[in-house]
């Protein structure tokens, strides 16, 4: 009997071709996202999980506590103190400093970015398999090196032949090949190609401050360890160690335990440079993938049940027959469900062949085994949920018939069928209209945001990053050889381009009480004209006072006003910071406002403070010489660092850096609102088929009165055109509430204006009206003596 089901589930399938093509074309595209947005979560909320002691491992966080800001970066001495104040409770502590080398061997060199300096202990903390060497070995000489596979690869060809090979680091530290790591997934939140002992710097020059930061520190805690207990014992170890620096500076420091597990899914800042993931992002996933399967099962069922009247005399039959009601309703939902394994059959394919194309738009690649058991339970869970759900109700359907009325060909699917059908129509389009009003909002921001004026001139400036000795120890004679150049208009040296890096610092300052925290920008005296800034008041900072290098800063107007100055009376009051300056400095000028931070933050007070620390380069190079200067920067580079390569960034680049994941939301949003408009009118086709098919006589006979086409279509088109209606008005205010709530992530952000919705709702009524108008024209332009003739 069920081979008997089966035949003619085929045959039913076969012969009708378009709306099984429907049927399986809106099921696979709906699986296919489906699963694509599964192994997206299943990676998400695998970061870390595949450490064998990750439920032990805790990463210690600094926190400000005047600002109240955690930070993962403490110094050296951290690790070793925690050790020794509290060894039952702590059984090893590994410190990680991500960083950048120049990696050379023979004539192969690379500016590598992705290098840990690590304790020794780091292989047995962290469960990173290693294909080549032991972990308890592989560290111990301070001369060694791990690399990772493709690491290996690319600068020997060959796992087997990068064993014991050297390499050095800035050509000066030379190192063995100890171990070959595999290939980092990118289930981990570190992320490395390089791993070198850390004891090659544990002697040098701020290494072992207890004020310096730069390096993460991970606690591998006892089982039996109450955590809340030994963090409750922090506030003596920090007065151990750093109360007199605490009451020097005027600042106050508490540590923390985060663990491994929660320290992916942390807000991701300028002060953790390692992989963070965003729950925000994951739960937009679901949903889109929720929405997208959501229409494709509509279609399923309002497909399934508009073909009813075409098999109710195939039923009628089969009842008069004896066929048993329980036996139809197996029948048509093993159709369906053999429907949904041809869905899945053809997702997984599919899938496979669009994984790198995925890979490329999530900007990693997913780590996915196809013998891992939650993808098997994941589709039979799709086979049975969809196959079941969505073909539950044509089957009750369809078994209901009375059999006399199916026979005389009088069966009628009734008004309630038709609000049935209407009212998942409703739905699938509140789905799709909801998804073009967030696309269309999205699009809209990120266009605003790339288009804003933000205050300083970012065209042709060339960033490039102070990355090594070279650059470093000549970086004044870099400058002033490009200075004297006739493309250069001329060049900063800053801590910070906007965009980059501004920590907060204490300041002391006149007429305050308490300790004021701007953002801070230690630059040259080329600072304000090379990003073009505009001073409102006073000055600028000039080497023609010879004070202004130790007794002058510039603030912002925002600064100024939360100092409660205007910018005029701002000018000459003083204000110092405890950690770099012995003397009092004086405002001598004000600058506008500009945006140095990221827009999705307020403007914030800002001091430029001739201090040293400089960390990139800012070169700006005359209108119209973009070639010969580029040209320039890269002779005086060589010049100065022949070893390393230049590396540089334009500022005005810094935007698609910035908003990276904002984009690729934007991407992701936009493709899958697309295969949610098309799945919807896939069904909308079907139904219009459907409703032209079922209304061929009545089209012939108002031909033959003298209806025209228009006429016709309009007829034919109205009653389906409003269910679309009735869902763009539904989506709007569901719209407005979803993208007002993402827009809340922006400081600088669009207003929701009424056009956003009104195009959304025309480009989903002039693509419902398209689909609907294809077969519309088709019935209004065919022959009506063959559809007379037929009766």
Sequence with gaps: ?????????????????????????????????????????????????????????????????????????????????????????????????????????????????????????????????????????????????????????????????????????????????????????????????????????????????????????????????????????????????MGNDMRKFGMSFSISLRPLKDIYFEPSSAFDNVKHGDKTVVYIFISIAVLIMMIACINFTNLSTIRAVERSKEVGLRKVLGALKNHLILQFIGESLLLTIVSCILSVGLLLALMPYYNDLLGYSLTVSWNTAPIYLFLIGVILVVGFLAGSYPAFFLSAFSPIQALKGRLKLGKGGSLFRQGLVVVQFSVSVLLIIGTIVIVSQMNYVKSKQLGYDQSQSVVIPIDNNDIYDKRDIFKKQLTQNSNVASVSLMSGEPGGFFDVQGFEAEGQREIFKPRTEYADFEYVKTLGLKIIAGR?????????????????????????????????????????????????????????????????????????????????????????????????????????????????????????????????????????????????????????TKRTKEIGVRKVLGSSVPNILLLLSKDLLKPVLVATVIAMPLGYYCMDKWLQNFAYKIDLNWWVFALAGLVTAIIAFATISFQSVKAALANPVKSLRSE
């Excluded at 050790?83 to 039952?88: A, G, V």
């Excluded at 003083?574 to 827009?599: I, Q, T």
Aim: charged share 20%; hydrophobic share 40%.
């Design 540 to 692: 600028d900072l000039s080497p023609q006072f010879a004070t202004d290098s130790t007794q002058s800063v510039l603030i912002n107007r925002t600064a100024a006003t939360k100092l409660g100055f205007t910018p005029q009376q701002a000018l000459g009051k003083w204000m110092r910071n405890a950690v770099r300056d012995s003397l009092k400095r004086r405002v001598v000028g004000v600058v506008e406002d500009f945006n140095f931070l990221s827009l999705k933050e307020n403007m914030d007070a800002l001091v430029i403070s001739p201090s040293d620390d400089r960390r990139v380069i800012v070169v700006k190079l005359k209108p119209g010489s973009l070639d010969a200067g580029l040209n320039a920067v890269k002779d005086t580079y060589r010049n100065v660092a022949p070893v390393y390569p230049l590396e540089y960034t334009f500022l005005d680049q810094k935007f698609n850096i910035t908003y990276k994941k904002d984009l690729r939301q934007q991407t992701i949003l936009s493709i899958f609102s697309g295969l949610a408009i098309f799945v919807a009118c896939l069904g909308l086709f079907g139904l219009a088929s459907f409703t032209a």
């Design 1 to 241: 009997m069920i081979r008997n089901y089966i035949k003619i589930a085929w045959r039913n399938l076969y012969k009708h071709k378009a709306f099984s093509l429907i049927h399986v074309l809106g099921l696979t595209i709906g699986i296919t996202v489906c699963m694509m947005i599964f192994l997206f979560i299943m990676n998400e909320f695998s970061v870390d999980k595949f450490h064998q002691k990750g439920d032990r491992i805790y990463r210690v966080m600094r926190r400000f506590d005047q600002n109240k800001t955690d930070v993962p970066y403490l110094s050296g001495p951290y690790a070793p103190a925690l050790l020794n104040d509290y060894p039952q409770d702590i059984k090893m502590a590994v410190r990680v400093r991500p960083t950048n080398y120049l990696v050379s061997f023979d004539d192969k060199a690379f500016s590598e970015k992705k290098v840990y300096d690590v304790d020794p202990g780091f292989f047995e903390l962290f469960s990173f398999p290693l294909i080549k060497g032991d972990t308890k070995q592989v560290l111990k000489n301070p001369n060694s090196v791990v690399l990772t596979e493709h690491t290996a690869k690319k600068y020997f060809g060959s796992i087997d032949a990068a064993m014991g090979k050297v390499i050095k680091l800035d050509k000066t530290l030379p190192l063995t090949v100890t171990g070959i790591a595999k290939n980092i997934p990118s289930n981990s939140h570190l992320d490395f190609d390089f791993v070198v002992p850390i004891t090659n710097y544990t002697q040098s020059e701020g290494f072992n401050g207890w004020i310096n930061n730069g390096l993460f520190v991970y606690a591998l805690l006892d089982q039996n360890t109450d955590v809340a207990r030994l963090q409750s014992h922090f506030g003596d170890f920090m007065e151990k160690y």
